[in-house]
């Protein structure tokens, strides 16, 4: 079973596609006053790439390490940082851990490269983080809402989202 830590995947991307590989800063994790000290910035051991070379690196993943399953792709909102960070985990099909492959975005351009065309399971993680987070790949074949309704507006997972006061709310009544 393939047992590659994320350094190493970092030091054989680096040296095999050069400038894909960031290095990783410290983002704030926002959490509510305590008492006492607050918690360090989070710090990530994953592998963090530029978002214009993100298919770049998962096709390096999949063809030269044969991380050939993509199980999902998430998205952090780091409201306080103004950016997204995008989680893409993949896993060897002869077993053994599994590889996360991140990258950051602004909120404010939210925009990346879609994996669908090259890797037909992404389809519906990226419809998802479109619909709930505002992302926007392109290249992406068919990119509309997957769970809310066309004339919903806004993007109800980003962390600026009105939580009260929902205009959809009532509106039946």
């Known amino acids: 079973m393939p047992a590659l830590s994320p350094a190493d995947a970092r030091e054989r991307m680096a040296r095999d596609l050069p400038g894909t590989v960031l290095d990783p800063a410290p983002l704030t994790v926002s959490r509510p006053p305590a008492h006492g000290p607050q918690p360090p910035p989070l710090q990530t051991q994953d592998l963090l790439v530029a978002p ?8 390096y993943l999949r063809d030269q390490l044969g991380y050939a399953f993509l199980s999902d792709i998430c998205v952090v909102d780091y409201l306080a940082d103004g950016v997204f960070e995008l989680v893409y985990r993949f896993f060897h099909p002869d077993g053994g851990p599994g590889l996360a492959l991140k990258t950051r975005v602004a909120r404010d351009y939210a ?16 419809r998802e983080a ?13 990119l509309r809402r997957i769970y809310m309704w066309d004339e919903f507006e806004g993007f109800p997972m980003r962390k600026d989202f009105p939580k009260q006061g929902d205009k959809y709310i009532g509106e039946d009544e």
């Open 52 to 59: 214009q070379q993100i298919v770049d690196a998962a096709l």
């Open 111 to 126: 925009e990346l490269p879609a994996l669908t065309p090259h890797w037909p399971g992404a389809n519906f993680h990226e």
């Open 130 to 142: 479109f619909d709930l987070f505002g992302i926007v790949f392109t290249g992406h074949p068919f």
